[in-house]
């Protein structure tokens, strides 16, 4: 594919596209139609474990060094038997590898258990949350008949992201286990478990990490009482190279409104001395979850929204395990990702991308993903789209503040917090955006310079543009009057920004961003893409000649 000029905005453009937008619809969004399928980009691919060499167009910064690591679903079905749920598939590892302006790829699939069963018998042997493993047709009637009241076992194929602890690589999903693996060659290593070390039961693929290298992490643990959030602490440093998760703790646990019914979570929110745990209602019915192989249902089937209830945010102080008394309520809203959380003058800064409905997530089912025409249409414009938001929660809530009075007294802020009860502030988001966004479908996969704007006044975020049921474009915002940069060039389809700062950077979004780029229209036409930081503007492609699906998360590792 060779290189193509794009046009930059400051949000002065509309994209061109066939999928014009026409009116509001029920979602009080912008209704799309005409939308292209993107079914090439949910196909199962062969993994390419030795690495190749790509075409690079443009110049790629000598200064970068490293590789981005990106995770995702990689395969679709075994035999004739398929995944229901985009978050089913067979997790594939990808590298982009990149080293004096050059750049090699390769990728292999995560040699986990449930890959491993699923290949011996060509069949679907592990369950995973859209689909349920059947009983095996080897088997004789009654065994059959008795693996339908077995429970359904957590799956180990970590397919969401790469993540790190005490300076290790690891590959993540969100239940109790992970796996190690070598960022250089992508093989797989050993397989951790989460409830050998701390009294859990699964663990987010988004913990949090300090800049000592302290790691913090949210997960769930099921009793004979019900359930219980647990906030974990992991430390930053190993005692010995064989070592993982030694020495994690549980820093605290906070008892869920509905112990039956807890809340669903991908994530959490961290700054200087908080971690902050949304508690939304997208619920999980552990009734459904525990029956559901009885019900010949995949465990997705217990996950629902229930717009009746209020979001809640609860502060856990991270220095004393402490849960702060006073809980703040917002509206019913659902939450995937955090862009950043700090503290300033006396209130926490919560930005977040949300939704007004939780259902999406029951919605990525494989066959809507391949859908087309006016099935596909219906299929994004009946789908609420995630927009960034900022929540201003006041620390030094007493019994003396008063009620009836906005809290918060920040300038130029029309966010608002007011007391009710002792224990209890209601609060309303300001946008972080102007109406330009509509256009662009909102943001997600949201990204920031980390390693030195986490847990801090920061001023740009990055993020995908949803035109589609996947990022259609990569965006920019400045919060400094809510301006927005758009990449974008039809039938083109980025991957999460991730930013890279550079060696000498001076201000916050001195660097690069790096993005995967996918189509459906052309064969094996992948492309690493590399944009300024700062204008968005592409400095260079590396043309990689294999097809890659639609992932979901990955981070740069640097070259030590």
Not at 165 to 172: I, L
Request: include cysteine.
């Amino acid at each position: 594919m060779p290189p193509v000029k794009l046009e930059v905005s400051d949000a002065t453009i509309t994209p061109s596209s066939d999928a014009k937008p026409k009116q509001l619809n029920k979602c009080n969004q912008l209704e799309l139609k005409g939308l292209e399928s993107i079914a090439p980009l949910v196909r199962s691919v062969e993994e390419t474990p030795e690495p190749i060499a790509t075409e690079v167009c443009g110049t790629i910064p000598t200064w970068i060094r490293g590789s981005l690591l990106r995770n995702g679903p990689g395969k679709f079905e075994f035999g004739n038997q398929h995944y229901n749920h985009w978050f089913d598939g067979m997790a594939m590892l990808h590298q982009f590898k990149i080293e004096d302006g050059k750049v090699t790829y390769r990728s292999r699939f995560l040699q986990s258990d449930a890959y491993k069963k699923n290949s011996e018998r060509d069949r679907i042997m592990v369950s995973e949350f859209g689909t349920v493993a059947m009983p095996d047709p080897c088997k004789n009637f009654f065994l059959r008949f008795l693996s339908r009241f077995e429970m359904i076992e957590a799956t180990d194929n970590a397919s969401v992201s790469f993540v790190k602890y005490k300076g290790d690589c690891f590959v993540s999903t969100e239940t109790n286990y992970m796996y190690r693996v070598d960022p250089e060659s992508l093989e797989t290593q050993n397989k951790v478990d989460w409830t050998k070390f701390i009294a859990v039961n699964m663990a987010t693929a988004h913990p949090h990490t300090e800049p000592d290298g302290t790691t913090y992490n949210m997960g769930n643990s099921y009793g004979r009482k019900g359930a219980l959030y647990n906030i974990i602490k992991v430390p930053p440093m190993k005692n010995n190279p064989e070592e993982t998760l030694e020495g994690a703790k549980v820093l605290c646990s906070i008892v869920p409104a509905d112990k039956a019914r807890p809340s669903y979570y991908h994530s959490f929110a961290m700054s200087e001395n908080y971690v902050v745990f949304i508690e939304q209602p997208i619920k999980m019915d552990l009734l459904k979850i525990v029956t559901a192989k009885l019900r010949g249902k995949g465990i997705s089937e217990g996950v629902y929204w229930d717009p009746k209830q209020d979001t809640v945010f609860h502060l856990v102080d991270k220095h004393t395990g402490q849960t702060s008394s006073v809980k703040f309520h917002t509206k019913a809203l659902s939450v995937f990702h955090q862009i950043n959380a700090f503290e300033e003058d006396g209130f926490l800064m919560l930005d977040m991308c949300c939704s007004d409905n939780g259902e999406a997530i029951n919605n990525y089912l494989i066959q809507n993903l391949r859908k087309s025409g006016e099935a596909l249409d219906q299929v994004y414009n009946t789908m609420y789209r995630a927009f960034p938001r900022r929540f201003v929660l006041p620390l030094n809530v007493t019994n003396n503040t008063p009620t009836g009075v906005n809290l918060n007294t920040r300038p130029a802020s029309s966010a608002t917090s007011f007391k009710t009860a002792i224990d209890k502030v209601v609060c309303q988001f300001e946008d972080l955006h102007g109406e330009d966004l509509y256009e662009y479908g909102g943001l997600e996969f949201p990204q920031i310079n980390y390693s030195k704007f986490n847990t801090r006044p920061y001023r740009y975020f990055y993020g995908c543009g949803f035109r589609h049921l996947v990022g259609d474009s990569l965006l920019k915002i400045d919060l400094e009057g809510k301006k927005v940069k758009v990449w974008y060039q039809k039938g083109l389809f980025p991957s999460e920004p991730v930013f890279v700062p550079s060696p000498e950077a001076v201000e916050e979004d001195d660097g690069v961003i790096l993005s995967v780029v996918v189509t459906p229209t052309e064969d094996k036409s992948t492309f690493l893409l590399v944009l300024d930081a700062k204008t968005l503007e592409e400095l260079g492609r590396a043309e990689v000649p294999v097809n890659i699906p639609y992932g979901f998360h990955g981070t740069f590792n640097p070259t030590a």
